[in-house]
């Protein structure tokens, strides 16, 4: 048994990260001979990603996909730990489980992904959830085959957490979850400690992943005929900031970019990270999407220091300035409201910010403390009636900058890699190069390319077209 730690979870050693290769013993091959499985993923795209790899896994080991939980033999539910409403909606499954496993006795119920690198969870694991089976941390999902052997094989409950990061275990299987967009993952954990933040201790410290690796996957993905990958990370722009030579963010987006892979998108980045070259590098390839992901957080540049973000308001709208010059560019953000000792001036920073930006898209959270951090510690006294307020007002400003961005595209044409039917009958919907969720009439013969649509119709969350 192997318990997370939180202590443990923060500490940054200078310790050479290596890497592995993934393999397994092959007495687990059969467990899954003759069974289901259903995972269900929360949170980010990272865990998306994750579970692409731990469905590949269970397959190796002869498990088969439904899609219906209730006819699965094995569960697994790959949780996120980022917000308490992503907490409360992976414990309200864990209670529905109990019953079905009171029905099925030999239902085999996992949890992993970033709840399972919180002491508290897995204490509560072990002591309320007992039907539980297993536990297995962000940094030995490369572990589930034996974790599900030794589940399998004693009946009892196994809990394997890793607190500090491994190595990196390249050539895991993947099962991807698109036919032409896949995520890359370059890097791995986070280093920032916003003060907010529960990722630098779920995820571990920086580690990036060799550029040879991460070409390698490129190249094979396009000869696979991917249309579209996203590489993702914690904090994208810090890639490279860990080898002991000189290869970074922009060098990775340009080397990308000289590969055959018709589109490329990047999440998440970190302003302070956000380097003159790299931008160059965006403008210079036109295989790299005119969209980007910035979050700010607040407007407010004494909430900033408060967040630990290394940024002030002005720094910000600086780069954002120079962002805003990339040809035809969205740009989106995220926006935490009543961080502790947010004022209303404070708030009215925020306003007056998304004002000047006019974000083409935006995520907008109240601020839920996560035990652990920094943040959870300092005194809060707005009120939740306050902070609902705050939300309600950002949002409605937001929203009123999304249908803008939009309507500025009516009568264009744009770039559309087709994703599928849509959900209105009879229509297709994609994605244009700005990220922009569009439906239009086409034949299914487009799925999975990218076609010229004119747009015809714009509202806040998506835009109408016809094929030109
Ligand atoms: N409370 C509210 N929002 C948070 N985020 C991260 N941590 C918290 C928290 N404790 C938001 C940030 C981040 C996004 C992924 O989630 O805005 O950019
Ligand atoms: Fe949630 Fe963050 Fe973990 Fe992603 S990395 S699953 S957003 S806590």
Not at 34 to 54: A, L, S
Not at 57 to 86: G, H, P, W
Not at 104 to 131: H, R, S
Not at 160 to 168: D, L, P, Q, R
Request: glycine fraction near 6%; charge should be neutral.
């Amino acid at each position: 048994m192997q318990l997370p730690n939180y202590k443990e979870a923060r500490k940054r050693t200078k310790e050479e990260i290596k890497k592995e290769f993934y393999s397994y013993n092959l007495d687990a091959t059969n467990i899954g001979l003759n069974k289901t499985y259903f995972v269900k993923t929360y949170g980010c795209q990272m865990n998306e990603h994750d579970t692409e790899n731990i469905k590949a896994m269970l397959e190796q080991l002869n498990f088969v996909e439904t899609d219906d939980y209730l006819k699965a033999d094995l569960i697994i539910l790959n949780t996120c730990s980022i917000r308490e409403n992503a907490h409360n909606k992976a414990f309200g499954m864990l209670g529905r489980l109990k019953h079905l496993k009171e029905e099925k006795k030999n239902l085999v119920i996992g949890l992993c992904g970033c709840m399972a690198q919180e002491e508290k969870v897995v204490t509560d694991i072990m002591k309320k959830y007992k039907y539980v089976n297993f536990v297995f941390g962000t940094h030995n999902i490369h572990r589930l085959p034996y974790i599900l052997e030794e589940a399998f094989k004693t009946g009892k409950q196994v809990i394997e957490v890793y607190s500090k990061e491994g190595n990196i275990t390249e050539g895991m299987p993947i099962k991807r979850a698109n036919k032409f967009k896949a995520y890359v993952n370059i890097m791995y954990g986070c280093d920032k400690f916003c003060t907010y933040c529960i990722v630098p201790f779920t995820r571990g410290k920086q580690r990036s992943r060799d550029k040879d690796d991460i070409l390698k996957e490129v190249n094979e993905l396009v000869k696979e005929g991917y249309k579209e990958v996203t590489l993702l990370g914690q904090n994208v722009n810090a890639y490279g900031k860990d080898f002991d030579y000189h290869y970074t963010m922009e060098n990775l987006l340009e080397d990308v970019a000289k590969t055959d892979i018709p589109r490329i998108r990047f999440m998440t980045s970190h302003p302070w990270d956000f380097t003159d070259q790299m931008i160059e590098v965006i403008k210079k390839y036109d295989n790299i999407m005119p969209s980007i992901h910035l979050p700010v957080q607040s407007g407010s540049s004494k909430v900033l220091k408060l967040m630990g973000r290394r940024y002030t308001k002005e720094e910000y709208i600086t780069l954002f300035d120079k962002l805003r010059k990339i040809p035809n560019v969205t740009i989106s953000t995220d926006i935490i409201v009543g961080f502790p000792s947010e004022t209303e001036e404070d708030f009215n920073e925020t306003l007056d910010l998304v004002n000047y930006c006019k974000f083409d898209n935006a995520y907008t959270f109240i601020f839920s403390p996560r035990e652990g951090t920094a943040a959870a510690k300092l005194e809060d006294k707005t009120t939740l009636k306050e902070k609902e307020e705050r939300l309600y007002k950002l949002n409605e400003t937001v929203n009123k900058y999304f249908l803008e961005s939009n309507q500025r595209l009516l009568g264009k044409t744009v770039d559309v890699l087709v994703d599928g039917p849509s959900e209105k009958e009879r229509m297709l919907c994609g994605y244009t190069d700005t990220n922009k969720l569009i439906n239009f009439t086409g034949d299914d013969s487009l799925i999975g390319q990218i076609v010229k649509v004119e747009v015809t119709d714009a509202k806040t969350w998506s835009l109408d077209g016809k094929q030109k």
